[in-house]
């Protein structure tokens, strides 16, 4: 049998020596130095200062929150598998740049060919109403990131939604319902002085490919709560590499953010590329990292 009682300093209030133990056999804690003891939802309530109920109900998210999380990681990796049974989703890719076997295994990019999802996660011993709720199949059953090419989306060490883009001729974005998460691979990059931002993940998957790891993305222009504390976590540059669309909504996006970024004290400069293009188009179009690098070191505030 494995150990089922662990000793280490109190939680609950400050010491020196170790005198807070667990018996992870019974479920049970007692701190020789304070008194407190008892079951996880005493410590709940204690190391949060909740009441009973309100233990209870956090217990009840933190689990919710951690299925969820195992169902997308599953289906995921499920779709991984498919990527190379699909020839069309690996011309897909290459059409768009992406070709370095590694960086695709990597980022766990996968494909939803459509059919099995659905058989495949019920016999793992998901309920049909669970993977309704989490939006991966419609109510007829069938997959809802059919024929797209999927990327999950990481955060604080779960998956929290996945991302698909079509090959075809349907509507060309799709995430889940809910929390698309922080910005992508952030654990990555948020000790580096120097952060190249862009929209979407194939101009995150060029960049890494020609060799920018300080590179991270915002899955789209307009930054939520948690993304946009992340950029202010410390004094660094922010170098942002929005589209060059026709209609300037990449680069009009880009010169709020460098105004909000500098009322926080963060530097921003804006990446201008080529007129019509993403960083994505390019380095597809014959682009490389050289150049790159001089747009970078073009960059405006």
């Not at 000793?7 to 049970?28: A, I, R």
Request: aromatic share 10%; charged share 20%; proline share 3%.
């Amino acid at each position: 049998m494995g150990r089922c009682e662990w000793v280490g300093l109190c939680p609950l209030h400050e010491e020196t020596q170790p005198s807070f133990y667990v018996n992870t056999h019974k479920d049970v804690f007692y701190c020789h130095g304070c008194g407190q003891g008892g079951d996880l939802i005493r410590f709940i309530q204690l190391s949060r200062r909740m009441s009973f109920r309100q233990a209870l109900a956090c217990l009840g998210r933190d689990q919710q929150e951690a299925d969820a999380s195992a169902l997308l990681r599953q289906a995921a990796h499920f779709y991984q598998q498919q990527l190379d049974r699909c020839p069309e989703a690996k011309q897909y890719l290459s059409r768009r740049g992406v070709h370095d076997q590694v960086l695709i295994g990597e980022l766990h990019i996968g494909y939803a060919a459509g059919g099995s999802l659905r058989r495949h996660l019920t016999a793992q011993g998901y309920a049909f109403d669970l993977l309704r709720s989490a939006g991966l199949i419609n109510i007829q059953g069938a997959d809802a990131l059919y024929q797209r090419v999927v990327f999950p989306l990481p955060y604080r060490d779960s998956i929290v939604n996945l991302y698909g883009r079509s090959i075809g001729a349907t509507f060309a974005h799709r995430f889940l319902p809910g929390f698309k998460g922080g910005l992508y691979a952030w654990e990555k990059v948020q000790h580096a002085e120097e952060i190249i931002l862009v929209e979407g993940l194939f101009d995150y998957a060029v960049l890494r490919q020609a060799g920018f790891s300080n590179v991270t993305c915002s899955l789209g222009t307009h930054l939520n709560s948690e993304q946009f504390r992340q950029l202010c976590e410390a004094r660094r540059t922010i170098y942002l590499c929005f589209d060059t669309d026709a209609n300037r909504s990449g680069q009009l996006a880009a010169k709020q953010l460098a105004e909000r970024l500098g009322a926080h004290h963060i530097r921003a400069c804006r990446v201008l590329l080529p007129a019509g293009h993403d960083p994505n188009s390019f380095f597809v179009s014959g682009g490389d990292a050289h150049q790159f690098r001089s747009l970078l070191e073009a960059a405006q505030p």
